[in-house]
C-alpha cells in the first residue's frame, strides 16, 4: 500500500489542523493504521492509532481531547483532527499502516510526511 499525507501547515496556538492521509494499491481495510510525529532532535511518537474498521482508537497521552482520529474506508482515507494545538506539537507528521493489530510497532508501509508547525 502507498501511502500520501497532506494538510499540514503553519497555525497559531490554539488552532486547529485536519491531516489527511490517502492510501493506494491496497485493500485498506486490511490494515490499522497510525500517525506519528518526530520534533527536530527527539524521536519518533504514535501520536494515534485506529484499528481497521475504526471501532478502536487509542492516543498519546500528550494529545488526548485534543486530537480525533478516525478513517474512511470508502474513501482509503485517515485522519487526524488536530484542535487547540501547542507550539510542543510542532513535528513531521507521518501516517502509516499496519497490517497487524493497532498495538503493532511493526508499522510496514509509511506515508511522505506533512510538517506541521505551531506557532506561539
Known amino acids: 500500500v502507498q501511502l500520501q499525507a497532506s494538510g499540514g501547515g503553519l497555525v497559531q496556538a490554539g488552532g486547529s489542523l485536519k491531516l489527511s492521509c490517502a492510501a493506494s494499491g491496497g485493500t485498506f481495510s486490511s490494515y490499522s493504521m497510525g500517525w506519528f510525529r518526530q520534533a527536530p532532535g527527539k524521536g519518533r511518537e504514535l501520536v494515534s492509532a485506529i484499528s481497521r474498521f475504526g471501532s478502536s482508537t487509542s492516543y498519546a497521552d500528550s494529545v488526548k481531547g485534543r486530537f480525533t482520529i478516525s478513517r474512511d474506508n470508502a474513501k482509503n482515507t485517515v485522519y487526524l483532527q488536530m484542535n487547540y494545538l501547542k507550539p510542543d506539537d510542532t513535528a513531521v507528521y507521518y501516517c502509516?499502516?499496519?497490517?497487524?493489530?493497532?498495538?503493532?510497532?511493526?508499522?510496514?508501509?509509511w506515508g511522505q510526511g506533512t510538517q506541521v508547525t505551531v506557532s506561539s
Open positions: 502509516a499502516a499496519t497490517l497487524y493489530g493497532m498495538g503493532s510497532t511493526d508499522y510496514g508501509y
